[in-house]
């Protein structure tokens, strides 16, 4: 519990200084609602990336996913809708997994991430390993992952 809390706070720390930002490192530099449009794959989400990289692994479940979108977007968050909102984040003991509107968006996020944390990028989605028990990922894990969700996004394309 400790460790999605932590990840929640992290995220929202993050939104803000993505946020703010110089606007010529951001994809857009206006503010505006992010709308879930036609151009993301249907039907794959951070929530369904969620069970397909479970499923894709050989596991049940990646242990315990939790929502935790208020933490990386400021609509969720009931504030102002942001374009660098992400769309969704499923924290789970092994990985949190972030969707965006767009790669563009995506990229922004894994740029601007502290160096020493492992964020990897996946078309729109961002694959995420800060949180304490997600450390514990090994790389060859990590590697499977990355993979299965390249797979999960070629197929919803």
Known sequence: MLTRTTTAVTGAAL???????????????????????????????????????????GVKTLGDPKDNTAGCSQEAAGEKPHANDCTALITTDTVSIYE????????????????????????????????RDQALTSDERRDELTKALEALVAKAK
């Open 100 to 131: 965006f509107g767009t790669p563009t968006v995506a990229a922004h996020w894994v740029k601007e991430m502290p160096k020493d944390a492992d964020w990897r990028q996946v078309d729109r989605f961002a694959l995420a390993f800060g949180a």
């Open 15 to 57: 939104l803000l200084a993505l946020v703010a930002c110089d606007p010529a490192d951001e994809p857009t530099t206006e503010s505006k609602p992010s709308a879930p449009s036609s151009s993301q794959p249907a039907g794959l989400t951070a929530k369904t990336a969620t069970a397909g990289l479970a499923e894709a692994t």
